[in-house]
């Protein structure tokens, strides 16, 4: 089994807004395959299964809010038994253009405080994440007004092709490794 995290806030105040394009990712991954997310009684997240290439993969999305995604995620891959490596977080960077992607198997969490709380209760760094170009912060406007706000209209398409292009991402990801996707998908 591969897991794959998207990271987000619940609730539809969050919905379409850059910081929550973790779970968009997720969301198109669901409907590729058609299936529903459920709510886990054990833990504190959501989460659906798919099948790529025979292979078991469960989409998760934590409901702790972004700061402390780690309280949900840590939990539930002890329970699994699934090890770091086999883990893809999925996160919003503002640092990259909108539609770029980036995939690294592992790093510093940056001032993403998702990231942090990962990093803090999985107890450590090296797990794969893919970073989604949401940026750039539009000159004079706070970082955390931008991520919290909604996408505008005009971005909309521009937004659901990163939704694809990270979708497909993620599922070379499962079925071909790390080191082909990101050779294939890092620009």
């Known amino acids: 089994m591969k897991v794959i ?24 991954l669901a409907a590729e395959d058609g299936v529903k997310f459920r ?3 054990r833990f504190p997240l959501e989460s659906a299964s798919i099948r ?18 780690g309280d ?3 939990p539930l891959l002890r329970k699994k038994g699934v090890g770091t490596d086999r883990l893809l977080v999925a996160v919003d960077d503002v640092a990259l253009p909108l539609g770029a992607l980036r995939l690294r198997g592992g790093g510093s969490a940056g001032s993403h405080n998702g990231l942090k709380s990962l990093i803090e209760r999985l107890g450590g760094q090296d797990f794969p994440r893919l970073r989604l170009g949401v940026g750039p912060v539009p000159e004079g406007q706070d970082r955390v007004a931008f991520v919290l706000g909604r996408f505008p209209a005009a971005l ?8 694809r292009k990270a979708a497909s991402a993620a599922l070379s990801w499962v079925s071909e490794g790390l080191e082909k996707t990101m050779n294939r998908f890092n620009g």
């Open 5 to 28: 995290v998207g990271l987000g806030n619940p609730g539809k105040a969050y919905d379409l807004t850059p910081h929550n394009i973790g779970f968009e990712l997720l969301d198109e």
């Open 52 to 69: 790529v290439r025979g292979e078991e993969v469960m989409l998760v999305k934590p409901l702790t809010f972004m700061n402390r995604s």
């Open 39 to 41: 709510r886990s009684w």
């Open 156 to 163: 909309h398409d521009a937004v659901s092709d990163l939704r």
């Open 72 to 74: 949900a995620v840590a």
